[in-house]
């Protein structure tokens, strides 16, 4: 059994690749942030040293349809060219478009969207903060 990233009463994390982790869980709800494909990122390895990679070299690969999520509700952090793939596997998915306010215009010479989508099928309730609103 994997060892959580961190625990308290309220929630369980676990860090790692959700191949392994997913099978070996039960829980209320998987809440995932998957990789988005931005280029080179810095990556710590296990002997704490510092390597940079080509984030495509494993987000290329990637593929939501094959995650074992089971039968959980789910509510995944996702972009715009991933939502087919959100729809095969949960088709009553619902989305929620976050309209981000302090976003970076550009990183690393990539032009940076302000909306993040929540693809879900949960059950919840959100508050709307000040700077929301309906689009």
Known sequence: MINPFYKDEWVTIYKGDCMEILPQVSGDLIMTDPPYGMGDVWIREETDKLVKRELADWDREFDPTKVPFGNLPLVAFTVDWRLPQWYQI???GRLIAWVKTNYPHNLRGHV??????????????YREYANSRHL
Do not use: L, T
Not at 112 to 125: H, L
């Open 112 to 125: 940076i969207s302000n909306v993040e989508w929540i693809f879900f099928d949960a059950k919840f309730i």
């Open 90 to 92: 949960r088709p009553k």
